[in-house]
């Protein structure tokens, strides 16, 4: 799987070592989290998501904490404890919550969350401005922005996880689409959306850490050459180079040692005691039968 992200390149790493990744999926078990219009529940699709994820990003940490890789219920209050000790131990916890919204199902769109307390020059707000901007252009999806939402006296976060966690954790939630949205479900369950999807947040997670995901290379077992001639005449290998040029083959020539590692012979026969007699059939015996020979050869090229 590899999908290309033009725009990737404007993300700046501003997370290092001592900055803990952790994924929260949200919802789960009695907990549905929103219905889609499909009927399937958002709790399942951010679980799948979340871990589709986690499998790309885990090789480039030693550790990246999760909230549940299971159909479970986690209370709020137990995610923000984790949240919290994780918080004593890190420079910072870098919380990512996937979540999908619903409301109407007319509304439709993708946003990410914040804590009121985030300024727009700090990290997580040009981080998720940037990422918006290309997830909703990629995937023609409605961009929300970032919502930063009061509760009701005015004071506080609107958001549990926001409103019970220390400054060292920063919480993001993203709200991937609007579920109940015949749309926005619609693209949400396409395996086009869902793959590149989860590619794209995972590569630009990474990218504030200054990782990337490299392009897998495929190891190949076998090489296949084509060989025109073979020659211990230097000029005669350049006369069909240049034949072959002319004709508008790319070709070069390969130098090739030969090396005689070793020579054994092992007569059977003793035909008899005089040294030149001897010797004559050593050489006979040797051309005929008895010659075991391993050559190594050196390939490279030359021209
Ligand atoms: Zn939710």
């Known amino acids: 799987m590899w999908y290309e992200l033009p725009e990737l390149n404007g993300i700046k790493k501003d997370l290092g070592e001592n900055d803990c990744l952790y994924l929260d999926f949200g919802h789960g078990g009695k907990d549905t989290g929103c219905i889609f219009y499909d009927g399937s529940y958002e ?20 550790k990246v904490h999760l909230t549940r890789d299971t159909n479970k219920t986690v209370e709020l209050k137990d995610r923000t404890k984790a949240m919290k000790e ?31 307390n985030t300024n727009k020059t700090d990290h997580e707000f040009i981080f998720w401005t940037k990422f918006l901007k290309d997830y909703c252009s990629k ?27 220390p400054a060292a954790v920063h919480v993001q939630y993203l709200e991937l689409f609007f579920g ?46 084509v ?27 390969i130098r090739t040692k030969i090396w005689m590692w070793m020579l054994l012979w092992w007569p059977t026969r003793r035909r008899s005691f005089c040294p030149c007699k001897g010797f004559f059939f050593m050489c006979k015996s040797f051309l005929k039968e008895y010659v075991f020979y391993i050559w190594q050869r050196i390939d490279y090229p030359i021209y």
Do not use: W
Request: charged content about 25%; hydrophobic content about 35%.
């Open 43 to 62: 709790k399942d699709y951010v679980l799948k998501f979340g871990l589709a994820v986690y499998k790309l990003v885990k090789p480039y940490f030693k």
């Open 86 to 116: 994780l918080g004593e131990k890190y420079n910072t916890v870098q919380a990512y919550s996937f979540h999908c919204n619903a409301y109407n199902k007319s509304i439709h769109g993708a946003e990410a969350l914040l804590s009121i």
């Open 139 to 165: 995937f023609d999806i409605t961009n929300r922005g970032i919502k930063q939402r009061k509760s009701s006296n005015g004071k506080q976060d609107l958001y549990y996880l926001h409103r019970n966690t």
């Open 180 to 225: 109940d949205n015949r749309q926005d479900c619609k693209k949400g369950q396409s395996a086009a959306y869902f793959n590149k999807a989860v590619f794209m947040v995972a590569a630009y997670i990474l990218k504030r850490y200054g990782k990337t995901i490299h392009r897998p290379v495929e190891a190949a077992k076998y090489l296949y050459k």
């Open 227 to 253: 060989q025109t001639g073979a020659f211990t005449v230097e000029a005669n290998a350049q006369k069909l180079k240049e034949d072959l040029k002319s004709k508008g083959f790319d070709t070069y020539i």
